[in-house]
């Protein structure tokens, strides 16, 4: 009767050890990595991306380009798209 006894006591113990790492197994899928939403994160690029509608520009008062605001340089109440038209604007101004 004993070996019956210690059969079905490892049989107990091998059922219970498979419940248990079944259970462990599936604890550590659940929670620790939970699947990442990656598939909302794409954002929407509308209306961003294409044509520059959205930006302000500011007019060169040297050669009339238009620059995006914040990239103009500024003095005097004056405004220039870049060093080269300030420059040349400066040298027009002190001849006049
Ligand atoms: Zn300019």
Do not use: Y
Not at 7 to 18: F, K, N, P, T
Not at 31 to 43: A, E, F, H, L, V
Not at 53 to 63: E, L, M, P, S, Y
């Amino acid at each position: 009767m004993n070996g019956i006894r210690l059969i079905l006591l490892a049989v107990a113990v091998a059922i219970a050890w498979r419940l248990f790492k079944n259970w462990r197994a599936r604890r550590a899928v659940d929670s620790p990595d939970r699947p990442k939403q990656t598939r909302d994160q794409r954002r929407d690029r509308q209306g961003t991306g294409s044509g520059q509608k959205g930006i302000d520009t500011i007019r060169c008062d040297h050669c009339g380009t238009h620059v995006p605001v914040g990239r103009e340089l500024r003095a005097h109440g004056r405004t220039w798209c870049s060093r080269e038209c300030r420059d040349a604007d400066r040298e027009k101004s002190d001849r006049d």
